[in-house]
């Protein structure tokens, strides 16, 4: 028994090590709109919990929407996407692996908030729809 305690202890610590070990990860903003609602204004908020650089972005939709994210770290709309934020112009996808311009590293335990610039749901869609920013980043 103690054998089998011992060697599950091992396994534990290889668990733990390899997970602390993961650099690359997703932050995902999720937004809900419908045609004919004020969109624009900070619609999302969250804490960094550590440390990391972005590399990429991903914004989605279910539908042909016209929409322009802007990420900010602190509350005084310090925009960390320079003059390139994420948009969608009458599209369903979009992505940058580039970033030009884009402050991309985040400290452990900034916060970022996402302010909708603009935003444009056709008045003749029924259901609302769903936009998802993805921003994919490697830990430092």
């Excluded at 996402?114 to 430092?140: C, G, Q």
């Amino acid at each position: 028994i103690e054998t089998d305690v011992a060697a599950a202890e091992t396994d534990i610590d290889t668990l733990e090590t390899a997970v602390t070990e993961i650099k690359i990860g997703e932050i995902v903003f999720t937004l809900f709109c419908n045609s004919g609602n004020n969109l624009t204004g900070v619609r999302g908020i969250l804490r960094v919990p550590f440390a990391c650089t972005i590399t990429d972005y991903y914004l989605l939709a279910n539908k042909n929407v016209s929409v322009v994210i802007d990420i900010w770290k602190d509350t005084d709309a310090d925009s960390i996407t320079a003059s390139a934020p994420p948009t969608l112009t009458g599209a369903a996808k979009a992505k940058d692996t580039t970033l030009t311009g884009w402050t991309k590293t985040i400290a452990a335990d900034d916060i970022l908030y996402f302010n909708v610039d603009s935003a444009t749901v056709s008045a003749t869609e029924a259901a609302p729809a769903i936009i998802s920013l993805t921003l994919k980043y490697e830990r430092t």
